[in-house]
């Protein structure tokens, strides 16, 4: 396997049902051409529910095929994130039922990066205060981290596995 243009990073799915585990093993295994059992925990943050955890090594792009793979079950919560690579920023995608599917580039600490076009589109677009304060917080994902939140600190301490695609 030629590791060339490849990346990684990780895959957070933060609660599930029990019925539905299964598929999102199928989705990553399908996306990462390569086939997947992932170690899933009870979440403590939603009774009933399972959470896992799995490090990914693939071809750059492939956190957003995840992402797209992930979101066909709306009851999920998740996050992929894809670390840079030669040429592309990361990426951070998140989910949450209600709020949907939440996309942003990151820089090598992680942080959200927000780009000079996307700043003047909102200061152009906008002009009280609160407006931009709203849209910046949209565009940093706020509502994603503050639904997500609780079930990140729940994971704390879960097992993570690695994957890597084949192929």
């Not at 071809?59 to 999920?76: E, F, N, T």
């Not at 942003?104 to 780009?115: E, F, K, L, P, Q």
Request: proline share 6%; aromatic share 8%.
């Amino acid at each position: 396997m030629s590791t060339r243009g490849n990346t990684r990073g990780v895959v957070y799915v933060h609660s599930s049902p029990s019925a539905v585990c299964p598929h999102v093993e199928w989705a990553i295994s399908g996306t990462l051409g390569a086939r997947v059992e992932l170690k899933w925990t009870a979440q403590p943050a939603s009774p009933g529910q399972l959470r896992a955890e799995c490090g990914w090594r693939a071809p750059a792009g492939s956190g957003g095929k995840l992402a797209a793979a992930l979101k066909a079950w709306p009851m999920l919560r998740f996050e992929v994130t894809e670390e840079p690579s030669a040429g592309l920023d990361g990426e951070r995608f998140c989910f949450a039922p209600g709020l949907g599917l939440w996309h942003g580039r990151t820089s090598a600490n992680g942080d959200i990066v927000v780009g000079e076009d996307q700043l003047r589109a909102l200061v152009s677009m906008t002009r009280g205060g609160e407006s931009l304060a709203h849209k910046l917080d949209e565009l940093l994902a706020a509502s994603w981290d503050e639904a997500l939140e609780p079930y990140r600190h729940a994971g704390d301490g879960a097992p993570v596995t690695w994957l890597h695609q084949v192929g």
